[in-house]
């Protein structure tokens, strides 16, 4: 899932300082899940909204604020209160930030800063494991990205500066070229280490990505 962050209050008072009434809006997957824009989430920033004597109209949570046709559906039954806003404030994803403006009218403010893609180590702890480059080498790594969990995105192999184990670069993690090597001789394969991996090929990353599935059908 996308993992999320409430941006600084300083920041969003001085976005928000323009607005009088606003409509809050949040969304019951990611956002949710990382605490940053579910129920409990929109309800708090509405509470110190009205402590900035701000005005909220209305709020809603949306099931994935990045679908945009459900995003509009679901602003469509709040129209009263949607019209009545001076702006619409999103805690969802950029992507879902992108969704409200892309079919609302009105200005939009997002209230989240997007982080990463993130597995769920268990509740509140969240890793980054792939970074969507778009040319998946996991077959050849023994299943661990080196691209996204490497601080250096090295390819070919530990960079030299690893010690006890742990990055060079963040001793709290452990060198992903040491877990690639260990699980790979637990497989009893050489895996990526019987070739030289030439440098990574970045036009496999789409931006802006598109896909439908009509074209990807085999
Ligand atoms: S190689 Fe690319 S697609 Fe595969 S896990 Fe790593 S970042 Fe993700
Ligand atoms: S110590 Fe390991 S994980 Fe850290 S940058 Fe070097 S090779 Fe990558």
Redesign the pocket.
């Known amino acids: 899932m996308i993992i999320s962050e409430l941006k600084p209050f300083e920041e969003l008072q001085q976005a928000l300082s323009e607005f009088d009434k606003l409509f809050l809006i949040g969304c019951a997957a990611c956002a949710t899940a990382c605490k940053s824009g579910g129920e409990e989430e929109v309800f708090k920033l509405q509470e110190w909204l009205v402590e900035q004597e701000k005005e909220v109209t209305g709020s809603t949570v949306i099931d994935e604020a990045c679908h945009i046709m459900r995003a509009a559906r679901d602003l469509r039954q709040h129209k009263n209160a949607v019209q009545d806003a001076d702006v619409l404030v999103v805690l969802a994803c950029g992507s879902g930030i992108q969704s409200i403006s892309s079919t609302a009218e009105k200005r939009v403010v997002g209230g989240l800063n997007s982080m990463f893609l993130g597995n769920v180590r268990r509740f509140g702890h969240y890793e980054e494991m792939c970074s969507l480059c778009g040319d998946c080498i996991l077959n050849e790594t023994a299943g661990i990205c080196?691209v996204t969990?490497?601080?250096?995105g090295?390819l070919n192999?530990?960079?030299?500066?690893?010690?006890d184990g742990?990055?060079?670069?963040?001793a709290e993690?452990?060198?992903?070229?040491?877990l690639i090597y260990e699980r790979l001789q637990s497989q009893k394969r050489q895996g990526v280490f019987a070739r030289r991996v030439p440098p990574k090929n970045w036009s496999h990353r789409r931006k802006p990505g598109r896909y439908r599935l009509q074209d990807g059908e085999r």
């Not at 993690?173 to 040491?178: G, L, N």
């Open positions: 080196p969990t490497c601080a250096k090295l192999g530990p960079c030299g500066g690893m010690e742990h990055c060079e670069i963040d993690i452990e060198c992903a070229w040491r």
